[in-house]
């Protein structure tokens, strides 16, 4: 969106946050405004930072696992698995099948739950109200099967090098696919009915916030942000790993690149995860859900990568061993602080209200960043 032609003398200074609700946490935004209209905008990261990478060097492998829950709290299971999947890259570990559909299972039912907040907190910023009790409804759902399993509800520890810590019961598997019966039932009507048809939410979004796919490239953009401008790219499917090459499901992309884009991807991501955890409890395998794994791992020396696809986009672990107990270097790719880095170029020339319901679409993370 341009300027418009007839420029005001005075302009002013806004600062979105660190305490404004509409940045999803302790982000601020320098805005500066002319009128209504943005002229410039610089987020100001660091509110939050506690040293996750350097952490990881400070103790041994396991002792790390707690703290990759707390950089993406919404889809904590993603960020044990890329953890996992690094170090047993490194050490050579296999992971039984049981254990690896157990993880692709909770991973979904965890990023299901991950994108119905940000439905929910997403048109609390637009004004709604209504349906965050809906999609709360349907999260309470998840997080109590979720709970059974790992004994956590938001922050989870439940994945271990070699598999999980935790099997899955009968109850778990029933109360599974009656969660997915429920909401499958409830999308059409309680989601796309009423809010994705809304006139008023098409006005607000749609055409707004255009990210092209060569500003996706650029600032390497991935996940449902870079889905929403025409990226056909998702680990699961581009990078394989774990069971995902098992299973049959689509990836959702739209070529229009607005902030609706982003939010039908996030949609029909919805459904896809139910598709993922409907195959993966249909192919359950018996057997044991642990490898056999030395109590002091000490992978040998050289450099491993590994990449799992989160709610927010792609995650990467390069571990650097040094043949100790310990990382020797952690570094953390995260998804949403490439996402974050294209809006100061998007923003400028939209209106503040403009700005917030695009900001809303980019799905941030702050911990995330702020590692």
Not at 74 to 97: K, Q, S
């Amino acid at each position: 969106m341009n300027l418009p032609r007839q420029r005001y003398e005075e302009t002013f200074v806004l600062n979105l946050g660190p305490q404004h609700p509409a940045t999803h946490g302790v982000l601020r935004i320098k805005v500066t405004m002319d009128g209504e209209y943005v002229i410039k905008a610089e987020p100001v990261l660091g509110y939050i930072h506690r040293m996750h990478e350097k952490i990881a060097e400070q103790g041994n492998f396991a002792q790390f696992m707690p703290y990759t829950a707390r950089m993406d709290y919404l889809h904590a299971l993603a960020f044990n698995h890329g953890y996992c999947l690094v170090v047993e890259r490194a050490a050579g570990i296999e992971v039984p099948e049981r254990a690896e559909y157990i993880r692709v299972i909770t991973v979904e039912l965890n990023r299901i739950a991950s994108h119905l907040l940000w439905w929910a907190a997403f048109l609390l910023d637009l004004g709604g109200f209504t349906p965050l009790l809906y999609a709360f409804d349907d999260r309470e759902q998840i997080l109590d099967l979720l709970e059974r399993t790992t004994g956590s509800r938001l922050t989870y520890c439940y994945f271990r090098f070699g598999g999980v810590c935790n099997d899955i019961d009968d109850e778990f598997i029933s109360g599974t696919r009656t969660f997915i019966d429920r909401l499958r039932k409830r999308l059409p009507v309680m989601y796309h009915s009423l809010v994705t048809g809304n006139i008023i939410l098409i006005k607000r979004i749609k055409d707004i916030g255009i990210i092209s796919t060569e500003q996706c490239r650029r600032y390497g953009a991935s996940g449902p942000v870079a889905r929403g401008s025409g990226i056909d790219f998702d680990v699961r499917k581009h990078e394989p790993y774990s069971i995902y090459p098992e299973l049959d499901f689509d990836i959702p992309v739209y070529n229009e690149g607005d902030s609706m884009a982003r939010y039908m991807v996030r949609m029909d991501e919805i459904e896809q995860s139910l598709r993922i955890i409907e195959q993966a409890l249909d192919k359950l395998p018996d057997g044991p859900i642990m490898a056999k794994v030395p109590k002091n791992l000490r992978p040998e020396a050289g450099t491993c990568y590994a990449a799992v696809e989160t709610a927010r986009g792609s995650l990467g672990h390069r571990l650097l061993c040094n043949g100790d107990r310990n990382p020797y270097r952690l570094k953390l790719r995260s998804p949403t602080f490439s996402n974050l880095s294209l809006f100061a170029e998007v923003a400028e020339g939209m209106m503040i209200a403009d700005v917030l319901a695009f900001l809303g679409s980019l799905d941030l993370v702050i911990p995330e960043i702020d590692r």
